[in-house]
């Protein structure tokens, strides 16, 4: 954890730069210090059949989710929250100018009981950082 889904009307696949989009948003939650990058996944769910408002005009949306575990304070996932929809906004607002486009963002903290996963990533992340740290005091 954490996830971050956006759903995206595939009329805008091109335009809507998911893989920068992802970069940041990983870049993002990675500085926030309280989430382990090795547990940072994102990903695409392009829709090909969607109908928004009256269907009269080549409307798109993209809606995001970050789904995160439990047990961070209220006053860190407001930052969060806020910091991913700023950077999302700005990520998105050269192709709002160019069409109709809604964008939003939700933060969803899943239930400590039933969350369950199992991940040998994390271990990467931790040598790599017991490595790094010993590789500095020169190998000690």
């Given at each position: 954890?954490?996830?971050?889904?956006?759903?995206?009307?595939?009329?805008?696949?091109?335009?809507?730069?998911?893989?920068?989009?992802?970069?940041?948003?990983?870049?993002?939650?990675?500085?926030?210090?309280?989430?382990?990058?090795?547990?940072?996944?994102?990903?695409?769910?392009?829709?090909?059949?969607?109908?928004?408002?009256?269907?009269?005009?080549?409307?798109?949306?993209?809606?995001?989710?970050?789904?995160?575990?439990?047990g961070?304070?209220?006053?860190?996932?407001?930052?969060v929250a806020?910091?991913?929809?700023?950077?999302i906004?700005?990520?998105?607002?050269?192709?709002?100018?160019?069409?109709?486009?809604?964008?939003?963002?939700?933060?969803?903290?899943l239930?400590a009981?039933?969350n369950f996963?199992?991940?040998?990533?994390?271990?990467?992340?931790?040598?790599?950082s017991?490595?790094?740290?010993?590789?500095?005091?020169?190998?000690?």
């Amino acid at each position: 954890m954490p996830h971050f889904y956006a759903e995206c009307t595939d009329n805008i696949r091109e335009q809507a730069q998911l893989p920068e989009l992802f970069a940041k948003v990983s870049q993002n939650l990675a500085a926030s210090g309280i989430f382990p990058l090795a547990g940072v996944r994102c990903r695409a769910i392009w829709l090909d059949t969607w109908q928004m408002a009256d269907g009269a005009h080549d409307y798109a949306f993209v809606h995001m989710t970050l789904k995160i575990g439990h047990g961070r304070s209220q006053e860190s996932k407001k930052r969060v929250a806020e910091s991913l929809f700023t950077l999302i906004q700005q990520h998105f607002a050269p192709l709002m100018a160019e069409r109709y486009l809604a964008i939003s963002f939700e933060m969803v903290e899943l239930d400590a009981e039933f969350n369950f996963k199992q991940n040998n990533v994390h271990a990467l992340f931790d040598t790599a950082s017991v490595n790094s740290v010993s590789s500095d005091k020169g190998g000690q």
